[in-house]
């Protein structure tokens, strides 16, 4: 008995309509981001596993998609331990690649192995796959695309500014309006840590405050107190978690973290690139200060930000990113300052569908269809099609002689605006019928005078 096809959780195949809602996202962000002035790059599918583990923080290690050496891998493990059953110390015997789990590690990495081919500051974006062994649900896959831009060797929070604009333009774009960007300061978190006194436990505090959305305020005050930090600290922290734009955060951040140089740091840079949007304005784009945003992500030393999509669309975030200062000092290319976002384009996609704001005409991969009347009307029509083609008309024929309401059913299912007719009789006459399928009407045009149809077609 055949084996019945299937394809691994978290992954999807993607039809013509869908491929073609997804190409609509992508290309609308690259258009933008070389607006914006950056160049594009790609890396491999999967890097050494050395150059990912240790840059997301332990909860990332482990969401790494490991690739088994080729070969008899078992064959090199030691016995000792094989036998402890250790995943830390088995890992690296039977494992030394991974697929990407984010492009900006290897981004980092690309930058030191290419540094004295760019010229710095250097702004590149990158659209391509990541994987992640995440459980999956709504709007969290395990294979997903992502979009990033990013800037190094720019220490200027102007580049933040630039960032915040440039979400603003792509989701404007797209027709999303009143998305919600909320910003945040890795400062800001240390200065917290600092006052409250979990200054050394600033990594899990900060992993726990990423989860706020996911887990509630009980969920991460239990987490909180679960990594040691005390019921003390958690019950001083937790009145700021509630800071909104209306109640003047800065004013009462600034009281919070008087003692606090590192804080003090953080107020000052946020509230420069606050002021800078609200000077230049946004189109549809809304700005907020959310200072339990933690971004759990161990690289970012600065600004964090994070996109929510409009009141009312339940789904994770659709973009985030951040100030990392020193991410290629792991790779040895010290105090080189960077700064970048990602656009999650499949969140994007389900934000768009259920909102229904693709364009209604966006899966029409054929705008006119050649109706097959036989061999002589088809080499009739190929120079016709090819005319079309030439003047970037989607243009396609009937690949076989069929009953004409088949060739119509066929028209109909694939949402082909036009269809052409060029059978005996206008064969004859050197004339061409057009019909227009939503409209239901129909033009002769001669073959001389087809570009008059096509001046029609034009928007």
């Not at 002035?37 to 596993?49: A, D, R």
């Not at 896959?141 to 990013?150: G, K, M, N, T």
């Not at 440039?166 to 400062?187: C, E, M, P, W």
């Not at 930000?305 to 985030?320: D, Q, T, Y």
Request: hydrophobic fraction near 40%; proline fraction near 5%.
């Amino acid at each position: 008995m055949a084996q019945k096809p299937s394809i691994p959780k978290g992954t999807r195949d993607f039809t013509p309509q869908e491929v073609a809602k997804r190409n609509y996202i992508s290309d609308t962000i690259k258009r933008q981001f070389e607006l914006f002035g950056f160049q594009p790059i790609e890396t491999p599918s999967f890097e050494n596993l050395d150059t990912l583990l240790g840059k997301y923080g332990d909860e990332g290690d482990r969401l790494i998609f490991k690739i088994l050496n080729s070969g008899d891998y078992l064959n090199k493990v030691d016995d000792a331990v094989y036998k402890e059953k250790d995943p830390v110390k088995l890992t690296p015997q039977i494992s030394e690649k991974a697929l990407r789990y984010d492009l900006t590690v290897p981004f980092a990495r690309y930058v030191v192995m290419h540094q004295n081919e760019i010229d710095f500051p250097f702004k590149r974006y990158q659209i391509q796959p990541v994987w992640r062994a995440d459980r999956p649900q709504k709007g969290r896959f395990r294979e997903f695309f992502q979009c990033d831009a990013d800037v190094v060797g720019a220490n200027s929070p102007i580049q933040e500014i630039e960032l915040i604009q440039l979400y603003d333009a792509v989701f404007t774009d797209l027709g999303l309006k009143q998305v919600s960007i909320k910003l945040n300061h890795r400062k800001i978190l240390s200065g917290i840590a600092e006052v409250i006194g979990a200054h050394d436990k600033l990594i899990p505090f900060t992993v726990a405050l990423d989860k706020l959305d996911k887990i509630g305020k009980e969920g991460v005050v239990k987490e909180l107190l679960a990594n040691g930090i005390s019921a003390e600290a958690v019950d001083l922290a937790m009145p700021l978690f509630t800071i909104s734009d209306k109640n003047n955060p800065f004013a009462v951040l600034s009281n919070f973290l008087t003692d606090s140089a590192i804080g003090q740091e953080g107020i000052t840079e946020l509230k420069y690139i606050i002021e800078g949007i609200e000077k230049l304005g946004l189109l549809s784009a809304e700005v907020s200060i959310d200072v339990s945003l933690a971004r759990g992500l161990n690289y970012y030393t600065g600004t964090i930000m994070e996109v929510a999509a409009p009141a009312g669309v339940s789904m994770g975030s659709i973009g985030g990113g951040g100030r990392y200062d020193d991410l290629t000092g792991i790779f040895g290319m010290k105090d080189l300052s960077g700064v970048g976002i990602s656009f999650g384009l499949d969140r994007i996609y389900l934000v768009l569908e259920e909102l229904g704001l693709f364009p209604e005409t966006i899966d029409q991969s054929v705008e006119v269809l050649f109706m097959n009347f036989g061999e002589k009307e088809v080499m009739a029509c190929l120079p016709l099609i090819r005319t079309l083609r030439a003047q970037g008309i989607k243009t396609d024929l009937y690949p076989t002689e069929a009953k004409l309401q088949k060739q119509f059913k066929y028209a109909n299912n694939r949402n082909i605006p036009f269809v052409a007719l060029l059978g005996k009789d206008e064969l004859q006459e050197q004339t061409v019928v057009i019909k227009n399928m939503a409209k239901g009407s129909q033009e002769t045009y001669c073959w001389k005078e087809l570009v008059s149809f096509i001046e029609t077609l034009r928007p």
